[in-house]
């Protein structure tokens, strides 16, 4: 698994998400937190992008994840 950090650009690509959907997932608890990498920057762990991902799809096709 990998720990890098990803931009929210990048999660945005991934998921086909919009920020805003993204913050308000963020703040249901129904989306990994993001990490503070500056005064003014956020990242995602890009593992836990993944996982997210995964359990979506499997969920999606009625598999326990």
């Known amino acids: 698994m990998s720990q ?7 999660v945005q690509r991934r998921t ?5 959907w993204i913050y308000r997932l963020i703040k249901e608890q129904r989306f990994p937190q993001s ?10 762990i890009e593992s836990e992008i ?3 991902i995964n359990q979506r799809i499997a969920e999606s096709r009625g598999e326990v994840a």
């Open 35 to 44: 990490v503070k990498i500056g005064s003014r920057s956020i990242a995602f």
């Open 4 to 10: 890098s950090f990803i931009r929210l650009s990048e």
């Open 16 to 20: 086909g998400y919009s920020k805003v």
């Open 50 to 52: 993944e996982e997210w």
